[in-house]
DNA sequence: TAATCGGGGGTACTGAGTGCCACACCGAGG
DNA sequence: CCTCGGTGTGGCACTCAGTACCCCCGATTA
């Protein structure tokens, strides 16, 4: 299921047939690799789509968004995740872990993390919106740290500390990657560059245990009336994802 | 002449006439704090101010960019620093030194760092501006980083985690004391915090000289023809702050 | 069939940001 | 004296992102 949800997420493709928002995205990477991210308006990415202007922003809150369909509910998978990490765990193996949640999904479609990588790299307008998505995961990871140091008298700076760390060994790696075109293996590399963390501020030797059983077969989705409909569906897609 | 330099920079106030820049920067936070960053419009700034509409983008690139004005300038700063930096001190004091230039910004005017934090606090886009301005701060140490660690296997990765967490510390110290209204003394708060990163990553006991002699008496501005008129200003801060 | 509800389309509006031109000022030179 | 080039500023018009509002259509229910 995780496959398909990856493969409709980006392509479109499959089975069914693809959602508005699936159209959209796909519409919007087109137009923005032939002709740039500035020089495409929204007009042009939902007259290709076959869709009303107004339908763009009832699923993308921003032009910028729609760079960036994934992280929505990515975000809400770690946070899930931490919430139900072992309190007795290594907490910095446990952000880690999470860390490696935001690399799966890159790694899930390289073509697709390269070509936005290129793009972003190139347009300062998705360089600065790609900061906002990584500083979410920052303070995610940061509020799980805190949480975990509160004993502590420095918890709360070893945990913005730590998870700075975290955020910089990931991207490291996962830019490396991004820049050679999605070449070798992206989870060792990642395992490298994170082992620095942990070697420097981990427990030491902590078991490796941190067994998540989510099992459940129904979701449940839950929203104010009104609630604008790209944040529907990133609530949708993030417990979908678990 | 730095005391001058600040106090024009914010205020406006002092002997000589108070420049156009300074007049929209005043207008804008007399207006943003009374009725709300989103609630005001260029037209108002400028109305306030008493110039024409055009000459905002003449000096700022964008309407955060009205909240941030001396970041720029501080940017430029910290990289002469580094340029200048000893190539045999310890390259995570001399990052941790850079830090703290742009902490003695902030602590230079509390009273208009305290307002902006609570107006940023609050403003998704001044946020998101904000975490530009700081990337670029963490780039900058990164990249003196990777210079001074460039003989290492693992150099560069140590010196994005080290920038990260340099930066993490600094902000943990800063934000801290901007919350608390501006009471206390941040250096020391920094000064903590910073040293659990030089605990971790500095060399251990390396000589703490790292003198920096900057004696210059002219300063010179090149810039090509057609040049927007903030890039220029901005140019001109960061010489004169040297 | 009428009523209701929710998703989608269309229209008009606000406001940020840009390009272009006109005007005022100022020093240099005929 | 007038002219010329350069520079800083104001004004006007334009594009486009984002929003508010209303209408249409299809599906469900009485």
Redesign the interface.
Known sequence: MSEVHEQERTAGGGAGRPTMRDALVEAAFELFSERGFEQTTIDDIVSLAGVGRRSFFRYFPSKEAVVFPDHDGCLADMTAFLAAADPAGDPVEQVCDAARLVLRMYAGNPAFSVGRYRLTKQVPTL???E??VV?RYERTLAGHLRTRYAARS?G???A??I???V???H???LRSWLRSGGEGDVGTAVDE?LQ??VD??GDGAAGTSGGSSQDDEVVVMVARRGTPMWRVVQGVEAALEG
Request: cysteine-free; glycine content about 0%.
């Open positions: 360089r600065i919106h900061l906002s500083w420095d709360a700076l070893r913005d500390v998870a700075a760390a955020v910089a060994a991207n490291f790696a560059a620095l963390v420097t501020w």
